[in-house]
């Protein structure tokens, strides 16, 4: 896929996840193959006032590239001055967000509510397009409601001010993050414009994966969700798509080893107070599934340091091994994480 001048070199993209898709998390996501990551999306208004969060929301690291990074906004000025701000940060891509559905957000004018007004979507695209010297590309969704669908207008509209590339949200803003995704819908943008379209929507695995990118012939698709807890999930389906069907999730060990490695990523790039904080609700995710998880994401709560984690995850483990002995399963070799974990 060719966005602009920047090549993305596979299908299986990460979402700005809000609170989510951090530095930490996207660099995790490169390390498993994601082919391209975009930021948290950030306020255009906020970062030309000099917000000091947007800073660290915009802040790139060599570690996870292609990147993109994604502003909000519904004034065509200052989101072209946004931009041109963000290009300190080297960004490969501006990323514009018209599929945000939160109230916060739509109560401004900004995200999904620029659905309603595609001359405004389009003005905004036009602006920013003009302000920066790399590609511009915008997440959307198919409609405001399912009486006013309008994606293909839309679509027109943004690849006639300049955009590089769409990803479409097979979904309303009224059904949030509901089902059903709308896949006939995101075949339809992709068939009314000659820029690539990323289909996004419940992709979850290699199979979901493989299933959106035939129903839409779309040039690449979107984790959002599916990525929460599983950075492995960019592995699975790209090994899917080269044929290697059926890619198991890794055992439990594996699982808390990469957790560990996301902790210690949090607490590197935030320091260990606002990490350790911020691990919680990663480590909710990354025991899913697991024996006893409802008791240890009561125990999550309280996590204060790495060591904590540390001693969480063994229990995690042993818990997940004592449930296979029971059952007999074949139980492999096991590396407990630790503190010294690289």
Not at 140 to 165: Q, T
Not at 173 to 198: F, G, K, N, T
Request: glycine share 8%; with cysteine; hydrophobic share 40%.
């Amino acid at each position: 896929m060719e966005i602009g001048n920047v090549h993305i070199d596979g299908k299986a993209v990460l979402a700005p996840l809000a609170g989510v898709a951090d530095r930490a998390m996207r660099e995790l996501c490169i390390d498993y193959g994601a082919a391209m990551v975009t930021t948290e999306m950030v306020s255009a208004k906020g970062f030309t006032m000099n917000d000091r969060k947007s800073t660290e929301l915009l802040t790139l690291t060599e570690g996870e590239r292609p990147a993109a990074v994604q502003l909000f906004g519904n004034e065509p000025e200052t989101v072209a001055e946004a931009a041109k701000k963000a290009l300190e940060f080297r960004p490969d891509i501006i990323d514009l967000n018209m599929g945000c559905p939160a109230p916060k957000i739509v109560n401004n004018g900004s995200g999904s509510a620029l659905l309603k007004d595609p001359p405004l979507a389009e003005s905004i695209v036009r602006a920013v397009v003009g302000a920066v010297d790399v590609p511009v590309t915008v997440k959307f969704r198919i409609g405001w409601d399912p009486e006013h669908i309008n994606a293909v207008e839309v679509a027109k509209r943004l690849e006639d001010a300049g955009a590089s590339a769409l990803t479409v949200h097979g979904r309303t803003r009224e059904q949030m993050y509901a089902p059903p995704v709308d896949v006939p819908a995101i075949r339809s943008v992709v068939e009314a414009v000659s820029i690539p379209v990323i289909a996004n929507g419940d992709v979850r695995d290699g199979l979901s994966a493989a299933k959106m990118l035939a129903a839409t012939d779309a040039a690449g698709v979107m984790v959002g969700r599916g990525a929460m807890g599983r950075p492995w999930v960019f592995q699975q389906i790209n090994g899917f798509l080269d044929g290697e069907h059926n890619l198991p999730e890794p055992p439990v060990s594996e699982r808390m080893r990469v957790m560990m490695k996301h902790a210690q990523l949090l607490c590197q790039y935030k320091g260990d107070r606002v990490g350790m904080r911020e691990i919680r609700k990663h480590a909710a995710w990354y025991i899913k599934g697991v024996r006893g998880a409802a008791q240890f994401r009561n125990e999550i709560g309280r996590l204060n340091s790495m060591e904590d984690l540390g001693k969480l995850a063994i229990r995690v483990i042993q818990s997940d091994a004592e449930d296979r002995e029971k059952n007999g399963d074949y139980l492999p070799e096991i590396s407990l994480p630790g503190q010294n974990f690289q």
